[in-house]
């Protein structure tokens, strides 16, 4: 197999890389509708199996597991997910020629080899669906073609696809079909329904393709979601310390305060989240985002290349046949940082004392959430699909941290993230040395030592107007406007 994207022409790809179109909510209007008496048979129950199950079984479908012989019989995680949640479990043999539709929900490694697996069961004219387009774009999977092939991809980790459909929300949700199997032509009548029943309706649905969520998906993740949280969770719990910080109060900052400053981002963009500091610790928080943005770009312009021209796949191809070596390597390097071994401390932190002594780490995600944003769309990605997968998505990441730190979120995420963030930590922390050291503890620690609250008012307007001007905001505040049903978290 070879990869889809580039085997097709650039006309080809641009078409298909803007492939986005927003979805109102009357397009839902038929609910669950289609899949409604359909059997829907997930293979994977994991991070979005399981809780991709529970929110479908909970809008009213039939949702069953079919399992490897070995999970069942070693009663592995996945086994233990889907039957202590009472869902009925089989071997592929019992359950997959009786699906009229087949979730594919294993980790992106194993696709391959869980699509060769079950095609042969499937029944005729049944459907295939995936979360996530990498079989298909980067390893260009082919597929029998009287099967129907879509895609319902929630930006955003599994375990929070969850926790927004029990609060009442959701999560936004590209949609695709593959169109070389469509043959019935109800694809996206199937997608939809899918979509409507993991509560993605709620939040925002975009109308995309394969490919354009494979090329923004795992640029959002290897980027601000996930490898700039890590690197700067990283760099500001040992400036904390070097900074003589009680490790302590570092850690539960660093752990709760993504958290907390990105909430101020989902509900009213970066301006909101700026808007929560003070006069002078904005102005500071404007101009280290700019120094940032400039140091980073470069950064995320090469990882957004390499996902692009498929160097970023061929070389997490050879990890997984290197039994994912790399993976495992930087997995245990994580885990023995000293952010990621300190517990939080039993101190009382406040919600502003969040933003007020974590001016660094609000400036991270203001230089994260815009370049990723600017790289994206500068790459073809349409301003929503980008909005999504940088803006949106970054507290719903921050809030796995605040569970149980970076293992927690690396644990949450796919491989195919985790490998990604990896790649990129180990870039950016030696990228940032030299804009550590000028870092001192009133950025991240203590707060500015500032008697009042004055500044230059035409400063402060400049970048007031900067703030409010970013393209990012001005598409936040219209797909916010469609999320009605949002909650807060903290
Ligand atoms: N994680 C996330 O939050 C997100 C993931 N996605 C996408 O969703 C899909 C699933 O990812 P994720 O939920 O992270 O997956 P997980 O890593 O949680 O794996 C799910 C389960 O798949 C099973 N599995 C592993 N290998 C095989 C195999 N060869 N055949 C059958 N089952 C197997 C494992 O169970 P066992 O070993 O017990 O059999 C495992 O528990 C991916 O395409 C991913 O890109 C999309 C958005 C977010
Ligand atoms: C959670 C999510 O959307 C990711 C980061 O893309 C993934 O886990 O693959
Ligand atoms: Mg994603
Ligand atoms: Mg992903």
Redesign the pocket.
Known sequence: MANYFNTLPLREQLAQLAKCRFMYSSEFADGVDALKGKKMVV???????LNQGLNLRDSGLDVSYA??PE?IEQK????KNATENGFTVGTYEELIPTADVVLN????K??T??VK?VMPLMKEGACLS???G?NIVEEGMKIRDDLTVIMV??K???SEVRAEYVRGFGVPTLIAVHEANDPKGEGLALAKAYAVGTGGHKAGVLMSSFIAEVKSDLMGEQTILCGMLQTGSILCFDKMIEEGIEPGYASKLIQYGWENITEALKYGGVTNMLDRLSNPAKIKAYDLAEELKEIMRPLYNKHQDDIMNGNFSAGMMEDWANDDAKLHAWRADTAETAFEKTPAGDIKISEQEYFDHGILMVAMVKAGVELAFETMTAAGIIAESAYYESLHETPLIANTIARKKLYEMNA?????AEYGCYLYNHACVPLLADFMKGIKSDVIGKGLDVDDNGVDNARLIEVNDALRAHPVEAVGAVLRGHMADMKKIV
Do not use: K, V
């Open positions: 293979i994977g129950c994991g991070a979005q199996g399992l490897r999970a592995r995680q996945s086994w929900l294993t980790p992106d194993q696709h080899s869980a697996a995936y979360s996530h990498f991809a929630p955003c980790p599994g949450t995420i796919s491989d195919t």
